[in-house]
């Protein structure tokens, strides 16, 4: 499990560093993920040539092209609504996960994931109140679009967790689906706003985010049920709150301190839980 939160840590940082790149999302998706793709290479070509001819294709496209859907239906809902807007959707993931799971993985969520789960949706909600709205046009489409992501994401968390299960390599499949979500990013990229500072910037992004969180992720999937991933990813809101306070002076009401406690008490409620994960292989999907 610490390798997934450690991953989602270092995700949390993605705010930040897109803002200070000051760059278009579609650049900063090139820069990082080429970056990052390159690091892989040199690192762990011989691994990447060996493990290439093993893996599960038909997964790993669909899991490329559900992170592509996940990730540009997010970024366009930030822009058109309010953040609660998105988040609350978004992350009603792991909800769908800890329902499918049972029946495509053959996964039955523990009690304590449960409770966990629980706690976490009571600390988005908290969190999020007083930033959902819901009002005209624009709302309704990036509340739709939080709608796409979370069906998207919900997808990644379980195939993710089966290609995990059938032990296809972690590096492969980071190499694989970054390179689908540069391809379908190059179309939109625009030379006028690159520059030293953004590239400094968005290349450290694609060593953190991808070379190093994304492989730690598939690593803990080997180890933890995806219900419990899923829940696991709430954490991230917590980074991401101190992110902004600390470094954008960003208010932290009374109402985001206690949904971040319960989100807290979520994860101790999880970590300290003993997980059985079953050994089995039988994956319906």
């Known amino acids: 499990m610490f390798k997934i939160l450690f991953a989602f840590f270092l995700w949390s940082t993605t705010g930040p560093l897109l803002r200070e790149s000051n760059l278009p999302v579609s650049n900063y998706i090139i820069l990082s993920s080429t970056v990052g793709l390159t690091i892989l290479v040199l690192f762990y070509f011989k691994r990447l ?10 997964l790993l496209i669909a899991l490329s092209v559900a992170s592509g859907i996940n990730i540009v239906s997010s970024f366009i809902a930030f822009k058109l609504t309010s953040i609660g807007n998105v988040l609350v959707p978004h992350y009603l993931a792991p909800v769908a996960v800890a329902v499918v799971s049972p029946i495509i993985l053959k996964e039955k969520a523990t009690r304590n994931a449960v409770e966990a789960l629980i706690i976490a949706i009571l600390g988005l909600i908290f969190f999020t109140r007083e930033n959902i709205q819901f009002g005209g046009r624009n709302d309704s489409i990036g509340i739709g679009l939080a709608m796409i992501s979370a069906a998207a994401y919900s997808v990644v968390i379980l195939i993710s967790r089966a290609l995990a299960r059938k032990d296809n390599d972690p590096i492969v499949i980071t190499f694989v689906t970054s390179l689908f979500l540069l391809v379908l990013s190059l179309p939109f990229f625009e030379f006028s706003a690159v520059s030293t500072r953004s590239f400094c910037i968005s290349s450290t992004a694609g060593a953190l985010h991808l070379a190093i969180a994304a492989p730690l992720y598939f690593q803990g999937l080997k180890k933890v049920q995806a219900s ?4 696991i990813g709430y954490m991230e809101i917590i980074f991401g709150i101190v992110w902004g306070a600390v470094l954008y002076n960003e208010t ?10 319960l989100i807290l ?13 079953p050994i089995s292989t039988n994956i319906h999907i």
Do not use: D, P, Y
């Open 49 to 58: 040539r060996i493990e290439w001819q093993r893996l599960e294709w038909k």
């Open 228 to 231: 419990s991933a899923g829940t």
């Open 252 to 261: 932290v009401n009374m109402e985001k301190i206690a949904g971040v406690v």
């Open 265 to 277: 008490l979520s994860g101790i409620r999880l970590f300290t839980s003993k997980e059985e994960v």
